[in-house]
């Protein structure tokens, strides 16, 4: 296992990936799948409000009548938010972006 730096958030006017963390993986396309979790966590917690849509306003707002359709914009819209990324981690380069953010 190695060590991943990985940072998460929302863009536009939620500023990027504030967030991170820094967790042991097999490989980077485990770290990479975890920083989209936490992404979508992220955008989940502002789901319905600050202008990020539920599934139920885009049903009333987009006149959709059926749910799956409406879940589906959902994740397009909730996909063009996240704005994550993972890599392994070097104290060197990842420190003093650590204390930046602490």
Not at 90 to 99: G, L, N, T
Request: aromatic share 16%; charged share 35%; net charge negative.
């Amino acid at each position: 296992m190695k060590k991943y730096f990985i940072k998460y958030g929302l863009g536009g006017g939620f500023g990027g990936a504030n967030q991170f963390a820094l967790e042991d993986h097999p490989s980077e396309d485990s770290a990479y799948k975890s920083a989209f979790e936490f992404a979508c966590e992220e955008y989940e917690a502002y789901d319905g409000t600050s202008g990020l849509r539920s599934v139920l306003e885009i049903m009333q707002e987009d006149e959709i009548e059926d749910e799956e359709e409406a879940e589906f914009v959902w994740m397009e819209e909730r996909e063009s938010w996240l704005d994550y990324y993972a890599e392994e981690y070097d104290p060197k380069k990842h420190d003093s972006i650590i204390e930046g953010l602490s």
